[in-house]
């Protein structure tokens, strides 16, 4: 059992950087991928960014590659997403999801994820 929780959301202006965290629980964190997901008002949850439980691989949506970076540490059981260039689109609820896997990849649909946090609201105003 994980649970998981979502911090560092805000309100930025465009072209401006956060850093999300996700803390989880449970002494095999390390043996779950994750994922960041979000949903954007009137919007259909989608997915942000993945990466593998040893972290040699990350996945991002094209949306967000090259702004974006997801990493780990498993030490801490805390995963980041580092946004940069935020864009007014960017704004939605990200949540963090995990699923138990030892495979090098990462999957980016969410129906694979069991494990999610309440969400933490970011607003990139123009």
């Known amino acids: 059992q994980v649970q998981l929780v979502e911090s560092g959301g805000g309100l930025v202006q465009a072209g401006e950087s956060l850093r999300l965290s996700c803390a989880a629980s449970g002494r095999t964190f390390s043996t779950y991928a994750v994922g960041w997901f979000r949903q954007a008002p009137g919007k259909e949850r989608e997915f942000v960014a993945g990466i593998s439980w040893t972290s040699g691989s990350t996945y991002y949506a094209g949306s967000v590659k090259g702004r974006f970076t997801i990493s780990r540490d498993n030490a801490k059981s805390t995963v980041y997403l580092q946004m940069n260039s935020l864009k007014p689109e960017d704004t939605a609820v990200y949540y963090c999801?995990?699923?138990?896997?030892?495979?090098?990849?990462?999957?980016?649909?969410?129906?694979?994820?069991?494990?999610w946090g309440q969400g933490t609201q970011v607003t990139v105003s123009s």
């Open positions: 999801a995990a699923y138990r896997s030892l495979s090098p990849s990462v999957s980016m649909i969410e129906s694979r994820y069991n494990y």
